[in-house]
């Protein structure tokens, strides 16, 4: 089961705000341990300290009454009343301090029973063990020193001095056995000081170690997160750049799914559509490189023939011309022709030989008007087939243009990783619009061709007519001027009828020099329209090698 990102990157800092809540937790846990076990040193060894020192207090003013009634009894100069009040604060302080000792006694017990730790119980039982005995020593000191008391009232010197030696020595006693009551005190003081250094301590190393594992956490969510997240992002980003850079030769892997392997299963997809393409692109462009080559060189072949077929109409044009002087004098010549037959039969062989000339050359006009008119059916065929790769660039550019429309609506959808799909789509998409554009172009300089190859096709058709009608013309000619030289030495007569041919010649050499001039206009206007031709192969062999070095970009 694969899990997204985004729960994969909130799971990662929902551990870590446990971990760091569990400390928290634990660590107002051991604040509060300190923060109770101060509390149970200050509330209760302040108690009892209190109670110890003013149990010493009363210990030490009862020797002190007890001396001071002894030296009022020894002195005999001391009012009874004064003794008797003497002896009676010593007995109302001993009551109290008797009441005194149980009370810590019974406090120790019970702070010993509840005590947070063994080394606080032990304290505390030994300081109530402590406080017995001192107890016990302090009855024993008041039960020696009543005899005494009842000697100092009955002013007894002897009695008095010899209990005194004994009775301060118990009173060393007690005040010893109230000393070690409160070092036994001070034993559970540092008892429990120590409880709360151990409870800091624990809680410090607690803590220490706490946040080490929640730095190793933090590190480990952080490696979790970069090589579920950041490393996968980053091969995304080098393969978008291999795209950018035109290489579509690699594939994604595209594991999981997740935001990223569904980004890279869609990023796949459309770099294959693009390889596509591109391989697509790539061939339509080399069969249109090829067909404006072929064009190319069939308008250069045709510019070349027509170039020839213009020099032969003005070669000619130029011999019409010179049949046409011929014409003219042999028209001057013709008053002379009686006396000067056999200078007309000369020239009116040749004359013949001229009008034979014409003939070959009026057929030769024929030819080359067929072959132009073949070439020009050629290059209208051409023109077609060059349409129809026209309207295949054009398929494709429709083509190019909705798969860019497709990769730009999926870089969208990938939203900031997608960028550089964006701007290979919308720069896929401008080639198809100047393909489109320029395929409209190449269109419409081809229905201009096609219209003026039409034209020739009409005009050539129309010379072929006429150079047919100017041969049969000539061919009568030659037939005529046959006559006339075989007959020209018989009669004088039949020179008029030479005289009409000649003129009928005239008028047929005219048509001829008009069909001639038809033809060269003919052959202009083919010339013209070639060069048209050839331009527009160039053009589009210009835009087949940008269409190549476009497709050439991109390496699959």
Avoid: C
């Avoid at 606080?120 to 300081?127: E, T």
């Avoid at 392997?261 to 462009?285: C, E, H, K, P, S």
């Avoid at 129309?462 to 030289?485: L, M, Y």
């Avoid at 210009?542 to 190549?548: I, K, T």
């Amino acid at each position: 089961m694969s899990i997204s990102i985004g729960k994969r990157i909130l799971l990662g800092f929902v551990a870590i705000t446990v971990v760091i809540l569990a400390l928290g937790l634990y660590a107002l846990d051991q604040i509060s341990a300190v923060r109770e076990n101060m509390n149970t040193i200050v509330k209760r060894d302040l108690t009892v300290a209190r109670q110890l020192d003013d149990l010493g207090n009363k210990a030490r003013d009862m020797g002190l009454l007890r001396r001071n009634a002894v030296m009022a009894a020894l002195m005999r100069n001391r009012p009874e009343s004064e003794l008797t009040q003497t002896v009676e604060t010593w007995r109302r302080i001993g009551q109290e301090s008797e009441g005194l000792f149980g009370d810590i006694v019974r406090t120790a017990n019970g702070y010993s029973a509840t005590a947070p730790s063994p080394a606080r119980a032990l304290a505390w039982k030994k300081l109530a063990d402590t406080a017995g005995l001192a107890a016990n020593d302090f009855r024993q000191l008041r039960a020696v020193s009543e005899p005494q008391f009842a000697a100092i009232t009955a002013r007894d010197t002897d009695a008095i001095e010899a209990r005194n030696e004994p009775i301060n020595r118990m009173q060393d006693v007690l005040l010893a056995d109230i000393e070690r009551t409160r070092e036994a005190l001070d034993e559970g003081i540092a008892a429990g000081q120590q409880r709360a250094a151990d409870i800091y301590d624990r809680s410090l190393w607690s803590i220490v170690l706490t946040l080490a594992a929640s730095v190793l956490l933090s590190i480990l969510v952080t490696a979790l997160i970069r090589r579920g997240v950041v490393k996968p992002l980053e091969d995304v980003m080098r393969f978008a750049e291999r795209v950018g850079d035109g290489d579509l030769s690699g594939t994604l892997d595209a594991r999981g799914n997740d935001e990223i392997g569904r980004l890279g299963r869609t990023l796949n997809g459309m770099v294959a559509g693009l390889a596509d393409l591109a391989r697509t692109n790539r061939a339509a462009t080399a069969d249109l490189n090829a067909a404006a080559a072929e064009i190319r060189a069939s308008a250069q072949e045709q510019a070349a023939s027509v170039e020839e077929q213009f020099a032969a109409v003005q070669e000619t044009a130029a011999t019409v011309d010179e049949i046409t002087h011929s014409g003219a004098q042999i028209g001057k010549r013709a008053g002379e022709v009686i006396a000067t037959a056999q200078s007309t039969a000369q020239t009116s062989r040749a004359g013949l030989r001229a009008v034979a000339d014409t003939a070959r050359a009026m057929e030769a006009i024929r030819e080359q008007a067929e072959a132009v008119a073949g070439n020009i059916v050629a290059l209208s065929e051409k023109t077609q087939a060059i349409g129809d790769i026209i309207t295949t660039v054009n398929d494709i550019s429709e083509r190019t243009h909705l798969l860019a429309l497709n990769a730009a609506i999926e870089a969208a959808a990938a939203g900031e990783s997608g960028r550089s799909f964006a701007v290979v789509a919308s720069e896929m998409k401008l080639l198809a619009d100047q393909a489109k554009a320029a395929t409209g172009q190449v269109r419409t300089i081809l229905g201009e061709i096609q219209r003026g190859i039409n034209t020739s096709v009409m005009l050539t058709e129309e010379a072929v007519k006429r150079a047919a009608a100017g041969k049969a013309r000539s061919d009568t000619t030659q037939r005529t001027i046959e006559e006339i030289t075989a007959k020209v030495e018989e009669s004088v007569q039949t020179f008029q009828q030479i005289v009409a041919s000649t003129n009928q010649q005239q008028l047929g050499i005219e048509q001829v020099m008009g069909a001639l001039q038809n033809i060269r206009q003919a052959s202009q206007q083919t010339a013209a329209g070639t060069r048209e031709v050839e331009a527009a192969s160039a053009n589009l062999t210009e835009l087949a090698q940008a269409l190549m070095t476009l497709a050439e970009r991109y390496r699959h």
